[in-house]
Every structure is written in C-alpha cells, then in structure tokens.
C-alpha cells in the first residue's frame, strides 16, 4: 500500500488537486446554471473519445475494429452532441444589457 | 519528438478543460466556456489522431468515418430537439459516453488477456478495466433509463424488495470483481462477461425505482459516473488529458448532484431510495382534474426574468396574505435597474376589498405610474415576456370567459394568457375565493412557482442578485 | 331608451345618480339622458357638465312625465311616488327588505321597480354592486371623520415637545367598510384591531396590518357574503374579548350591519361609560339603529366624555367620487340588463330575478 | 413659586396651558399649581384629572389674586388685563410685534409679560418652542380636514366600478406645519406638490415625498428660521410656476406666513376661478388675512365653486394633543427661566432676552 | 519506509493546506480552517525531522533550539499585539519568511558551489536557488520596510525617478542572474553576493515610494512573493508539500492582492505606481480641525453588526435626505433574524420636523416598539456594542455637552459615545444643520462609512448576507 | 524546452492545478476576509522552514549550521507568529448563533 502510494504519489497529488478544482468550481454556481453546467460537464467526459480513437487506430482483429469503431461514433456522439445541445441551452444567455 | 508535442497538446487540453468549466459556472460567461472546452476536446481528438504513436494511418478511414457519423448525428439531434426535452438528450448523450468507456474496457481485455496469460493479468490493468466496464455500463444502461423515462417510454416500476436487491446486485458484482482480480481464475473471461451482464442489469434495476420528477438528479450522478469510467480510461493508456476531463467531471459532476438536492431540499439518499412507489413527487403535481402542471424554481425564474424585455406583475390577495409587498416592489426595483420595463397589472376585484391592491402597493411606495387598470394592460400582454402572478388566483380565471356554468362567468380578467410565459406564486392548487379551479395553472406557458410569496420573491431577488 | 335622472331629494343627499362620464358612454351607446336641473350640483358636476356630455337639463315633472326609466340613488318619497306613471321603470336602491310598504306603493302605481341594493354578491356582479362601491369610501371617510373629530392625533410622533402616543383604532366588522377603514387608519399610522364574527375575516385584516380580535367560541357562518344575525351567547363573548381594546381606544368605527333588520348593539351604555375620555366612536350603522346604544342618528353628541359620531350618509359626503361610482355601476348594471332599445327582462338570470322586485305591479321578491 | 392655569377665554379655544401630567412634574419640582375650574375640559381634562396630579381647582378671580405666575396660551383679553395684579408675572402667546397696545396695557399694570412664541429658533430652544410644536400639529389637522371637507378620497383606488385617481395636494410654504401637511397628505395616498420661497425646503420636501415646485430666480433668503418677505418680483414668478399645479389640485393647503406682518396673497381670485369645480383650498393663514384673497377667517364658504376652509385655530381642535405639547413646552421653558423658588431674570440669556417683554411694567422688546 | 511514510505525510500536509485556506475564506470556518492549516504544518516539520533522510540526529538540539526560540518570540510578539497593529505584525512574520527563503538559497549555493564546479554548476538548481534568493531577498527586506511604515517608524520617502530607478534595477537584477546562470563565468559567486545585495536594495525602493493606506495591498503582494519564494525550495528538494504550500499561497495570495485592489477601487498598477509623493490617499482622511478620522468599509461593518448582540440605528435627517428608510428597515430585519437585537433611537428634533422619523420608519413598516425615545434609550447605550448612526449629525453631537459657546449647547442629545463602536453614515464630513463640526466623528470609538445612506446601506445588507 | 516540459509533465500538471486551486478558494472571499487570510497565507508559506530544517539537519560547516539555526528561527516566527496572529484575529467569528 505505502509502496503504492509512493509510486504513484505524483499522480495520487494530480487525482487530489483535479478533484479540488472540480469540486471548487461547482460550489457557487447559480441554480440556473445547473442543467447546462451538467450537459456541459457531459460533454467533457467525452474525452474518452480518446481512448476510443487509440482503439480503433490500434485495431488489427474485427472484433477491435467494429468495437472500436462504435466507440468512436459513440463517443464522437457524446462530444459533439454534449457540446451543442450545452451551448443550446445557453443561448439564452446571449443578451445581455 | 510527436510524443512530446501530444503531451503539450493534453496539457493545452486540459487546461481548457479545467477553465471551460470555470466559465460554465457562470451566466456571463458559460458560453464561451462551453466553447473552450469544444476547442481543447478537438485539440485533444485531432492530436491523438494525428500524433498518437501506434496509430495506424490505414485506420484512419473508419476512425474519420466514425468521427463524422457521430459527429452528424450528434449535432442533428442535438439541433432538433426541442427546448423542453433537453434534459432527455442530455442523459442519452451521457449514456453514449458510458457506452464508448464500457466498450473500451471490452477491447482492453481482449488486448489483456491477449497479452497475458490468464491467472497472471496484471492486476492493476485488470481492476482498472474492470472499473471501467463496470461503471461504463451502469451509467450507459441507467442513462437511456432515465432518457426512457423522461420522454415517457418507460414508466415508473418498482419491485417490492427494490432496494435490497440493488444493494445485493451490487455487492454481488463487486465480490466477482475482487475475486477475479486477486485470485486471477481459469475462468476469468467468463467472469469478465458475467460482471458486464450483472452490471447493465444494476444499471437497469438502479434507475427504475426513481420517480420521474427526480430525474435531473439521476442524470447528473450518472454523468459523474461516466466521468469516473473516463478517467479510468486515463489510468489506462496513462493519459493526462483523459484524466484531467474525467476526473473533473466526476468530482464536479459528484458535487453539482448534491448541490441539485439541496436546491430542492432533499439528500441525495432520499432521492436514490426514498420515493419507494416511484414518482410519488411526480404525480402530486397532476391536478384531479387530470391536467399537468409544470413547476419552475426560484432559479429558472430569476433567469426568465433577468432576460425579459418587459415583465407584467400580477399582484391578488396572496400578496396582501403574505404581505409581501416590500419585497415585490424590491424584485421591481432591481429589474428595473437590469434594464426590464415592470408595470403591475391591477384588477379591479384583486384582494378583499377596492383598492386593495393599491393600499399594498402604495405602503410599499411603488410609483402610481407603474400600476395599470385591466382595460390598459390586457393589450400588453401580447407583447410580453414573463407576466408573474403573486398570489393571484379568480382574477386571472379564464374560466370567466369560456366557461358559461362557471360562478365568476362573464366578470372580465387579466389576459394573461397572451403573455409569453405565465409564472404563478402560490403555495398549493387550492383554489381562490370563488373557489373554482383555474385552468390557466395547467396550460403549457404557464408554470407554477409554489411556496409563500414572500419567501419565494425574497429567493427571487438573492437569485437576481447572484446571476 | 329614454333614462331620467331625477335629483335626490332626501335631506343631506349630496350624490346624484349618473355623471357626465357615464351620460356620456350611455349616450354612446344609444339611450337619451335627460338630467334634472341642478341634480349634479351637490356632486360638483354643474349643467353646462351634463349638457357637454350629450344629456338635457330638464324639469323633475318633464322627467316624471316622459321618461321610461328614471334613475336615482334613494327611493321615492310618497309624494314621488304619486308622480310616477304606470309602467315606468325605477331604479335605486330600495332596501327592499325593510321597507315592505314602499315596495307595495310601487307596486299599486303599476312600476316596475328595480333596486340595485339587492344585486347578488356574486363575483361578476362586482361591478354593478353599489353597496360595495358606496361602502368602500363610506369605511375611508368613517376615519377621516373621525380623525377631524378626535382630539389627538392618528400617528405615533417623537418631538422635542415629548412623544405623542399612536392612536387606537378599533373597528367591528370586517366587511368591505371596515377593510377601508383598517386600511386608512393603519396609513395614518394609527394601530389597528378589528373583530368581525366571521373567522375568514381574521386573514383579511391581517392582510392589512390590523390585529384580530378573536372571539372564543364557535363563530357565525356567513351566506351569501353576508353574516348571520349573531346569537347572544356570541355576542356576549364578543363583549369580553374587545373589552380591554375598547377602553383603551382612541377611535371606535362601528360597521356592523346584518341586511334588513336592526343594526346588532355591539357597544352599551355601560362600556361606553369605561371607555377614555375624550374617545370617539363613529357608528356606520346609525341609520340602522346604530352599533353602539348611545348614537343618535345624524348627530355629533357627547356622552360619559365620548364622542359620538351618527352621520348616516357617509358615501353622501364624498359626493363627487361616490356619484362617479355609483354612476359606472348603475351603467354596468342597464348594460347587463338592457340595450338601448330596451329591458331584456330575463327573469331567469341570477342578477336580473335577485334585482326586479315588482314588475309592471306584481311584487316579485318580499 | 405659585402658578396659575386660567381657562382659555378666547372663541373656539379648547386647549389649556397645562396638562395634568406637566402639572405633576412642576409639582414635583416645588410649584405650587392652582387650575381655573373646567379648565380642561376641552382637552379632555377633567378636574379631577387635575387634583389628581397635586393641583387645587379654583376660581379665576383667585388665581387672579394669588398667582405669582400666571400660565395660559393665549394673550390676555382688556377685561382680563383688568383683573392682573403688578408684578403678576404672565406667561403666554403675546403675539407682541402685532400687538403693541397689548403690550403697553400691560406695562401700564406693571406686569410681567413672557411671550412663549418670542423663544428664539435655535437648536435647544426647540423644546420650548410653541410654535414649532403647535403648528406642527396644525399641519396634520389641515390635511385632515381637507380630506373631510372634499368631495373626492384622498389615495389611488382601481375598483369593480371604475378607477378613483389619487388626489392631488398643492402645499404652499414649506415650514414646520408645510412638512407635516406633506406627510400627512403622502401617507394618506396623495400626490403631493408644494413650494416655498426658501430653496432649502426643495430637499426637505423631497425627504417626505413630495415634488417641490421650482420658482425660477433668486430666492429669498431666510433670517433666523424665518422667510422675509418676498419681492413683488419674486410672487409674480411664483405664480406662474405654481398655477399648472394650483389648477390640477384637489386641495390646496397654504401655511406661508412672514412673522408679525399681514400674510403675502399667494391665491388671487381670479386664479380661484380657474380651480378645479369643487377643490379645496385650508388656508392655515387665516387669522393673519390669508394666502389666499378669498378665505373668511373662522368660516368654510364656496367661492367659485371652490370650498375656501379658513378655520383659524387648527391646534385647538386637537386640543388634547396641543395642550399636552403646549404644556410640556412651558414646563421646560418655566425649567429654563426659574427656578421653584423663583425667576432667575439672567436677561443677557439668549432665550431669556428674546422673550421678555415686559418686566415690572418697563418693556424690553417692541 | 521513512521515506514513504514521509511521504504521506506531506501528502496529508499538502491536503490541510487547501482545506485549511478553503475554510479560511469563510466566514464560519476561517477559525477551524486556520487550526487545520497549523495541524497540515505541524505534521510537516515534525515528519520532516524525524523521517527526513540526511537529518543528523546531532543537530536535533540546534533544530529544536531554533524551534523553540521561535515559537516563544512567535507566540509572545502574536498575543501582545494590539488588534490595530495587526497588519504590522503579519508584515514583520512574512518578511521572516522571506529571510528564511532567501537564507536557505544562500546555503543552497555554497552546497553547489562545494559539490560542483564553478561554471559546471547545474543550471536548473541555479536558476532555482537565485530565484529563491532575489524573490526571498525582496519579500524580506519589502516587508521590514511595509512593517516600519505602519508602526510609523519609516516615513514616505520618493525620489523624483522612483519608478525608472526601481525599474532598471530589477532589470539589471535579472540580467546579472541570467547572465550568471547561461555563462556560468568564474565570479559566480561575486555575482551571487551582487544579486543578493541588489535585490536587498530593490526591496526598500520597492515598497518606499508607496503610501501608508495601500500598506495592506503591498504586504498581500510580498505574502504571494514568499509563497513563491517557499515553491522554489519545494522544487529545489523535490518536496511537495513545500511546493503545494508556496504555490498555493503564491496564487492565492496574488488573487486577493488584485481582490483588494478592486475592494479600494483602484488597479495594483496604480497602488504601486500611481502614488508618487506618496500618502496623498492617507491625509484626505484628516480633517482641517486637525483629528484625524477613521474610515471603515461595508464589509467590515457587516461583520461588526453581524456578530454583535445589541445595535442601536440612529436615523437623522440624512436618512430622510437618501430616502434610505426602507433598506434601512432591511437591514434590521436580517440582524434581528441573525440574532442580533436592533433598536432605533429616535430624537426629538432629527429630521427638520417633528416626527420626521417617525413618518419614514412608518412608511417602511418599522414596528412602533422598535422606536425608543431619547430618555429610554440614552441608558441603554453603554450595552451597545454598535451605534449605527444613518445621516445623523447634530442630534449626536457632544458639543451639545461640552461646549458652551455652540450654538445647540444645552440641547439634549444621543449618547451614542458611549457604546463600544460607533459607525457613522454620512457623505462627506460636512456640517449638519446647526452648521458646526462634530467632535464625534473623531474619537477613537468612531468610524466613519462615507457614502449616500442608501447606497451604503445597501451595500451593508449585501454585504451581511454574503457573510 | 519541448524535452524540458516532457520530462517535468506531471510537476508543470500540479504547479497549473495548485495554481488553480489558489486562485478558486480566493475568488469569493468575503472583503472582511481579506485581512486574516492574508495572515493565514502567510502562516502557510512558512512552510519553508522545511527547507531550512533540512539544511540544519545536514549542516556541518559552521556557516551552514548558523545561517540553517537563524532559518530555522525565522522559519519559525514566521509559522508560529503567522497562526497564532490568524487565530486572534478571527476570534470575533467566534460567537455564532
Ligand atoms: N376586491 C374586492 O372588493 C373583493 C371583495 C370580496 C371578494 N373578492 C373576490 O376575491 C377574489 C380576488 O381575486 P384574487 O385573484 O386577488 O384572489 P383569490 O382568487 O382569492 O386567490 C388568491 C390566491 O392567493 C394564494 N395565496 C394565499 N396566501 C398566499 C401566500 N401567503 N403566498 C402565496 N400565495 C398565497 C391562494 O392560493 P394558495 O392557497 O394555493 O396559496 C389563492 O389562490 C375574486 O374572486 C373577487 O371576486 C374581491
Ligand atoms: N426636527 C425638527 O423639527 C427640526 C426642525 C428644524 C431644524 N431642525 C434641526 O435639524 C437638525 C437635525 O439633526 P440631524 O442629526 O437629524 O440632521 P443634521 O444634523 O442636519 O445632519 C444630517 C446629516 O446627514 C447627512 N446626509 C445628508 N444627506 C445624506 C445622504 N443622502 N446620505 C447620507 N448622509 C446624508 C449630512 O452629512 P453629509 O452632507 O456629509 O452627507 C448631514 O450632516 C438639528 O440641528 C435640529 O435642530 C430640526
Ligand atoms: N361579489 C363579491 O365577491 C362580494 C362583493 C362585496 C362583498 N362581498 C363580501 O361580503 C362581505 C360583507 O360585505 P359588507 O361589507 O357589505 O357587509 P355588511 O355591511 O353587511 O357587514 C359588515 C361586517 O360586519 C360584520 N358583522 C355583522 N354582525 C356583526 C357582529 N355582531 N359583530 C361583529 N361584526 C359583525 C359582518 O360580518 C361584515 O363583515 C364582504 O366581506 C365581502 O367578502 C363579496
Ligand atoms: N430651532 C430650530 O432649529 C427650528 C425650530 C422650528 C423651526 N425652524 C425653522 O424655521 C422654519 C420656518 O418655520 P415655520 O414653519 O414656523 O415658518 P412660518 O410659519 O413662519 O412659515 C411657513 C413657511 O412659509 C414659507 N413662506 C413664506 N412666504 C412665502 C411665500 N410668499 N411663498 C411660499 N412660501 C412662503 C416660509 O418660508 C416657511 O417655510 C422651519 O422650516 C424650520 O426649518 C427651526
């Protein structure tokens, strides 16, 4: 366990701190702002995009190519869609005096 | 020399990330913050492509091929949904997201247990695609739920003992889990697909049980999980960017779901295994007479109101009850100050007495000209964005004009129908002095603002004040 | 049709049944007005005001002889009465209930005789019902009254030349008078009670910034707007529970009134006698016997150091606004009733068979 | 020292010079205090009120005899002046620049005069000051008597028969009595207008609501509290500016007065005539000639179909109030001046100084 | 093992500092959130001497010598202090930060200097310990000279070419060390020992030319140039939670330096440029009769209210003047729902009318007991703990007391000197009606809140509800 | 500088969170705050005296030992005086209904 920690202690700081921010940038946040800040937050998951491209590049068996290439879509689905519904939501935020 | 400049690439990545979030927590800037974090997931996306080593260019055509299906049909759907089914699209994206990590981790083990023999996976790898495929699947399967749920294809179904075989399920997937990856059995393969079924089962049986009014609250835990599943990803490939997203959503996600309930006064435990029967909540806001009615929070109104050209205040004799009078003129005030034109719409029979209304407004030194008689303000209601009845009830009936059999038939009221948005602040469905109900309460533009008038204009206002 | 507005003529009536403004929109609409000399003096419209408005000025005999309704506040005298022709159409207030003798003369001359007292307190009636209108100013005017007669004044002052207590206000009755009055007292700055034996009541005052005074026991339901004649027990525990207000108050306005009998005794002699020195109480219900023992109708009088304060037509002496009222109510009410071409007679409608009390000389209601 | 409280002989005066609560405290301080019978009775006073607090009722004649002090409110009239022993020392309003016989009748009796409206308006005199606390007072019951006289209500008012739009009140002079008309009139819901020649007062009327009406110019400056009289110049201007308001006003209350002179004309008949059919106009300068050309001093008369109320004693209708103030005033002037064992006479004083009038039948001030 | 057990513990050290600075910047925890921050130390330096590799169990008597003396003169100096001279002493503890960064680098260097050649010596340290050095130097010497400025024991003292002085100063500072740090030529140490003396200096003409009011804005500015300072040692010895620490008090501490810029309505540029001759902001606040006046701002003044027992709100005519009656009625009715009870003092003459006070309290609905005479409340004074006095003046005035020759001597008046704070609400530091100064204004007791009533009372009431 | 960055990701990762984390806990401070936070920044970047701790426990010329044992002093006043001077000031948010 010790030894773990230690290993990994750069990214046990890293974990840490993320969750600092993440957690510190939500607290005030108007009650209005909590659907878009959830879509929002959403689409930012869709990072796992990335492993799903990883995937799909390293691809060689069917298998990996078709599950790979799902992934893709279905992630590409969660980045673009999250991102566009979440500045929908926004528009209305557009006018301001 | 490409290694390092992905790894540059990520940092830029996540910065965007952690900042693009900061914006969205704020009205002014939210979105721009959306847009930042478009741009740093594109750099990210593009430079993984492009720079990531042991990408093959001869898969590019279905990774490209991918991107742009997804990318298609992700921003029609997203274009074409309507305002109100948001939140419907919201969890079903979510649920991709949870797809694409569980089906990760799918391949992941095939590369694993390629890799390596079976009993000597690497434990470490082994717990985080495990991870990954459990709460992948739980967040993909419990998204559509609540998708299922909120656009009304799935309803509300609880089994009687519901929540001990959760938490049985649970505990159940866990223990396969751990023993997998510390005893490392022959059969480790099966007990990879067998942890996936139980999972997706646990994602269908977590969801089920909670009420349709509740979903917000689901969907924005079930985005934290996804998060989470993200991250794991970023253990996995040792990816910062992945990480940074991840792990920020998980914990942003955790917290904003917290802060959800307590906006609507409830924990989150009661929210995941209170409402035994499921949608007890929902129901109590559809009326006997059968008719639906939509709630808004002090939140959503400040918003309605902050951005509207021209606001119509609707004073009854809930206003006088409540004596709310000085926090309604504060509320006009600091709209005013915003930039909205604020009148008040007097009806002659408001309150208990003539001149009620008056005698309220005056005390609280609100300026005659801002009060309107019924025969100069029912024309304005056209053009108006939000019309915010306080405590009024029979004088807004438009039951007085279609309704023949109704007691108050032909006295003329406010139209405030015509408006843009209806908002109604009373504490019940009770009906007013005439003691009739009020169809107005259930028409689509309207929607109702329950609680004290002065207790919700006051959390109005501090709502104002903080956008 | 041809509407008359005959002057009133009953002592200290300043009011007149139509205005200008409301000649005007029934001109509109297609009647002829014709107005009798003078009437709308008391109320500050002078002829010239009538005449620019589309109405003549005319003699009470021409109004008598040629009109087909004739309009006013009061009912007939007995010597009007003989005035009238058969199967004119009158219009006031009647008080139908306690004055079966009128209704029955009204009937022998062959009218048809309509009272705008009686139009029922429904919610689409609002706008026709002059009791409201009337009593309305009547409750602001009680106070005003009895803010010139008092000997203090309403509102809490610190001065250099020490600090001036706020006056006490009680009020009995929470109806639409006594809401006024609430209302007008507590702008003042006066403090405010109140008691009514309605309880939905109590939320009323309070939405005004009174303080109810709770009678212990079961309370009187009300119908139709109106309360119920209070059983003595009630009245007795009424008795206790405002005692120790009314022997503190400054001002008393008394607006208890149960349609068509005696006016309730809310205050004896024996109260009044505890009351303050120098205390005022200004009874709405004079005319009807009066809420206090000691009132004499239409006088100011003195009695064990109070001031007792019996001027009956309190709307009569904010003649201007009351007229204009009661004007847009009458209006509203031959709208409802009529068109220009004449009475739809519509025996059916609620508002109609609660107001047509003879017609063409049969008594409907009694 | 021993006091005397004479009932006030003036018409239509209710109030009294001391209460009996200020009674008890000059008792307490050693006095010695005689009260005329009944003489507060028109504040609500009784008699026993007052031997209650420590004082003998008596007869006027002894307290003409044995008062070394005589206390009352208004100046005494020739056949009082008569029954004064010298030396008597009397404390009342003398009004002294307006009235030097007065003054010379009782220097011709060897008396003592101290006029309570000479204290000079500085910072701690205000405790003292008559004036101030009187006409405070006044401007509360102006308005309130304005609202009884009119035929309209005072506030806005959106009802079932039709919309009652807010009075509105035109106050000329904006001192002591201008302010509390302004208050009074704002609370009860009116929309208030008023102007002064002093330019000071814009803010001060601003402070409690109400519009100021600029006169364009130079202003005139104010000595010790009090306007001077203003240029033809200046009036002729302040017409102009005000009439817009003036002929839009329900009610109109004029307070301006310049100490000692006849009170400036700020409403000539013909500007009566242009008035709304059934304004009102109080005018608190009634006694001094009126603001306005028509009024009839102590009389309420409709000229040009506007009600000039000219009633000259408004803090006596509010007797009770007004003598209690009156009477707190005098105790703290009486602290000021003596001692219970008698007058101090520090005649370089300010207060002192200023209203000494006569003393031992020399006069110090004309 | 030590080491990984030390580890942890700086991980845990690291974790209290951002718990304990996040409890700080709140009101309710700032307490606690101080005492989590001093446990996080604690468990860092005592890890450090006890499981620090390299710690010679021999110098322990030197460590806990240093400690101790430490501690005794930390803590004593601490308590002793005045609540007035606080800053002072935060300056004086910072500037011994800073000595201690700027010490350590001194080691730091002859130990490179011993372990590598000159011109061999690793450029990343160097850069590294120099940095420490120069920002160590500054922080140390600026703030002795922010320290001696408020006890008053340094003057303002300006060049003509200040700025253009200081400026080509940091530069040459910067040029010797890059110099030195690229080149590496055989005087390194000379140039050392030059950089050293020259930030020294740099540190005095930095904070010299700066005015005594915007003293608090400058010791903030040095507090962040520690923190850095302390990161640079943390990546000198690779140490976390000295980087956490430094980092996070680094960026912390230039945000609120830029936060209270923005509370005092200036920018930093113009704090530490904009105020040649210096002071110029601090004498406006002494008056021609020579007392000198202390201001106070909203904030400080919610806290006052807020967390006393007893207020006392003392309107005048300027109340009245501001139209501020009924955010003043707000204000009572958020302290008296904060616990704190709130009562007016009513004077006889304030305003320009009898019952002017009245008549606008009314009108905001202030309830009739909550009014007190002057003889009522003149006793209670001395148990109040604050006098809030809104656009009063004469009516407050002790001349009324004390001096004969002013023209309201003998007039009765509020006692308000007695209570234990009095807050004064006008807009300047004219006269009232009666036209004279007041004493009032300039006792020690006494703060002053310029500022239209209204305005500043709304400001109050957010300010309270944001605490 | 490409190498210079790659090699110390994970440090330049951490110092961009801390720096994060600094400036969010800040953001909304309260203007009352202002003063004992500052105090108790202060009282955390004594954290130096680590450093100067472990320059003591090294020390073995006599500079280093007396300029490490003023360090530690220093370091010392700096975290000693620095909370205990916080902690005074904010005993007046003691009292808390
Ligand atoms: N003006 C007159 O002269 C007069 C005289 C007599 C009768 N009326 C009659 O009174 C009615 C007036 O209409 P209106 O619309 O003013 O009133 P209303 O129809 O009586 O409705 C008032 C509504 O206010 C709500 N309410 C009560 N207390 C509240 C509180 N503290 N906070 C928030 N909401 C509160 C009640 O709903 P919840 O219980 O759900 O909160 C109620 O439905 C008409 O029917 C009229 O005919 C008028
Ligand atoms: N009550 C009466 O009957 C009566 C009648 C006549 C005269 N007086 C006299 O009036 C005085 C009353 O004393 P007071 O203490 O109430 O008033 P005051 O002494 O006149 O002082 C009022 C203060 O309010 C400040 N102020 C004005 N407008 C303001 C605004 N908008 N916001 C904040 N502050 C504002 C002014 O200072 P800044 O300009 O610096 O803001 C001024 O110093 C006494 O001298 C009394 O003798 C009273
Ligand atoms: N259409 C409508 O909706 C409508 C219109 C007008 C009035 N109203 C209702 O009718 C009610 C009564 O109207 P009103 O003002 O003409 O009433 P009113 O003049 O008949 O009576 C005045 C008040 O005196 C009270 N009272 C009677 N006996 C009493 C007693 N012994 N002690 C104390 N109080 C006593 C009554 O309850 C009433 O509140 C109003 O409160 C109102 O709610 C309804
Ligand atoms: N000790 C004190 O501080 C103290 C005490 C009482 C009054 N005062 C001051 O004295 C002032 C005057 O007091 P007062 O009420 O007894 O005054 P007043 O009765 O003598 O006059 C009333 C008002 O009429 C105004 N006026 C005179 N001629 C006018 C004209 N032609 N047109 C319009 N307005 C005209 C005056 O300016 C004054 O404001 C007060 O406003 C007050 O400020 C001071």
Redesign the interface.
């Known amino acids: 366990m010790?030894?773990f920690?230690?290993s990994n202690?750069?990214?046990?700081?890293?974990?840490?701190?993320?969750?600092?921010?993440?957690?510190?940038?939500?607290?005030?946040?108007?009650?209005?702002?909590?659907?878009?800040?959830?879509?929002?937050?959403?689409?930012?998951?869709?990072?796992?995009?990335?492993?799903?491209?990883?995937?799909?590049?390293?691809?060689e068996?069917m298998?990996?190519?078709i599950?790979?290439?799902?992934?893709?879509?279905?992630?590409?689905?969660?980045?673009?869609?999250?991102?566009?519904?979440?500045?929908?939501?926004?528009?209305?935020?557009?006018?301001?005096? | 020399m490409n290694t390092e400049i992905l790894q540059l690439i990520y940092l830029v990545g996540s910065v965007s990330f952690m900042i693009g979030l900061k914006m969205l927590s704020k009205p002014d800037t939210a979105r721009k913050g959306n847009l930042v974090a478009a741009f740093g997931m594109t750099v990210a996306i593009f430079g993984t492509i492009f720079l990531y080593e042991g990408i093959k260019v001869s898969n590019y055509g279905w990774i490209f091929g991918g991107l742009i299906i997804g990318s298609i049909l992700g921003t029609l759907s997203a274009k074409k949904v309507k305002m109100t089914q948001m939140p419907e699209m919201v969890s079903l994206f979510n649920g991709m997201g949870g797809a694409c990590a569980m089906l990760i981790s799918a391949v992941e083990f095939t590369h694993l247990t390629h890799n390596y023999a079976i009993g000597d996976l690497p434990k470490g790898h082994l717990l985080i695609i495990l991870l990954g495929l459990i709460i992948g699947s739980i967040s993909f399967v419990g998204s559509l739920v609540a998708w299922g749920k909120l656009s009304g294809r799935v309803g509300d179904k609880t089994l009687k003992i519901q929540q001990i075989v959760n938490i049985g399920l649970l505990l159940l997937i866990l223990g396969i889990a751990c023993y997998t990856i510390m005893v490392g059995p022959p059969e480790t393969t099966t007990y990879f697909y067998v942890i996936w079924g139980l999972s997706v089962l646990y994602g269908i049986l977590f969801v089920m049980p909670i009420g349709g009014a509740d979903m917000p609250v689901v969907i924005s835990l079930l985005n934290s999980f996804t998060g989470v599943a993200a991250a794991m990803g970023g253990f996995l490939y040792d990816n910062k960017v992945m990480l940074v997203g991840g792990i920020l959503v998980g914990s942003a996600g955790t917290l904003l779901t917290l802060v959800m309930c307590k906006a609507m006064n409830r924990s989150l435990t009661n929210v995941l295994i209170g409402n035994f029967g499921g949608g007890g909540n929902g129901e109590s806001s559809t009326s006997e007479s059968g008719g639906h009615v939509r709630e808004i929070n002090p939140g959503d109104t400040a918003i309605l109101l902050k951005y509207a050209n021209k606001v119509v205040i609707v004073p009854g004799y809930g206003l006088a009850v409540a004596q709310a009078q000085h926090v309604c003129h504060e509320l006009e005030e600091l709209l005013e100050k915003e930039g909205v034109g604020v009148k008040y719409a007097i009806h002659p029979v408001a309150g208990r007495m003539p001149g009620h209304m008056n005698v309220l407004l005056a005390e609280s030194n609100v300026s005659y000209d801002k009060l309107v008689e019924m025969e100069n303000i029912n024309p304005e209601f056209a053009t108006t964005d939000v019309v915010l009845v306080v405590g009024a009830n029979d004088v807004v009936n438009p039951a007085a004009k279609t309704d023949p059999n109704s007691p108050i038939y032909g006295m003329p009221i406010l139209d405030v129908e015509n408006a843009k948005n209806i908002i109604v602040m009373k504490r019940s469905m009770k009906a007013g002095y005439a003691g009739i109900e009020n169809e107005l309460f259930y028409q689509p533009k309207t929607s109702m603002l329950f609680g004290d008038a002065k207790g919700t204009l006051t959390k109005l206002v501090a709502e104002i004040k903080a956008l | 049709m041809k509407l008359g507005v005959l002057k009133e003529t009953k002592s200290n009536e300043n009011r007149v049944s139509l205005s200008p403004n409301v000649v005007k929109s029934l001109i509109s609409r297609g009647d002829i007005v014709s107005v009798e000399d003078g009437a709308g003096l008391g109320s500050s419209y002078s002829n010239e005001a009538y005449t620019l408005a589309g109405a003549s000025i005319v003699s009470a005999s021409e109004i008598y002889n040629n009109a087909e309704v004739i309009l006013r506040i009061n009912a007939p005298s007995d010597s009007e009465i003989e005035q009238l022709k058969a199967y004119t159409i009158w219009m006031s207030m009647l008080l139908h209930k306690s004055n079966p003798e009128l209704i029955e003369k009204l009937a022998a001359k062959k009218v048809s005789a309509i009272s705008l007292d009686a139009i029922p307190r429904i919610s689409r009636a609002q706008s026709m019902d002059v009791l409201s209108s009337q009593a309305n100013l009547a409750g602001y005017k009680a106070v005003i009254l009895g803010a010139n007669e008092m000997g203090k004044i309403f509102p809490l002052m610190m001065t250099a030349a020490g600090t001036i207590t706020p006056s006490k206000v009680l009020i009995f009755g929470i109806g639409v008078a006594g809401l006024q009055a609430i209302a007008t007292a507590k702008r003042l700055g006066s403090v405010v009670e109140a008691t009514d034996v309605r309880p939905e009541t109590k939320e009323q005052a309070e939405s005004l910034g009174a303080k109810f005074i709770q009678v212990e026991g079961a309370a009187v339901q009300s119908e139709g707007g109106y309360a119920k004649e209070a059983s003595a027990d009630y009245l007795a525990k009424q008795k206790e529970a405002v005692n120790k207000s009314l022997f503190q108050a400054d001002l008393v306005i008394t607006t208890a009134l149960v349609p068509g009998r005696k006016a309730p005794v809310l205050i004896t002699e024996e109260q009044v006698k505890q009351m303050k020195f120098g205390a005022v109480i200004v009874d709405m219900a004079a005319e009807q016997g009066g809420n206090c023992e000691l009132t004499e109708s239409d006088k100011i009088v003195v009695k064990h150091g109070v001031k007792l304060v019996g001027i009956t037509n309190l709307p009569g002496t904010l003649a201007n606004v009351a007229s204009e009222l009661y004007a847009k109510n009458m209006a509203t009410f031959l709208n409802h009733l009529s068109t220009a071409d004449g009475f739809k007679w519509e025996m059916e409608e609620e508002i109609t068979k609660g107001t047509v009390i003879t017609k063409d000389g049969v008594i409907l209601i009694n």
């Open positions: 010790l030894e920690i230690n202690i750069q990214i046990i700081y890293l974990v840490i701190l993320m969750i600092f921010v993440g957690v510190e940038l939500i607290e005030k946040v108007p009650s209005v702002l909590h659907t878009p800040l959830m879509s929002g937050a959403n689409a930012i998951h869709g990072v796992v995009i990335i492993g799903a491209i990883i995937i799909m590049g390293q691809a068996s298998f990996a190519t599950l790979g290439f799902i992934s893709v879509i279905l992630g590409t689905l969660n980045v673009v869609g999250g991102f566009v519904v979440t500045d929908r939501m926004l528009e209305m935020f557009k006018k301001k005096k």
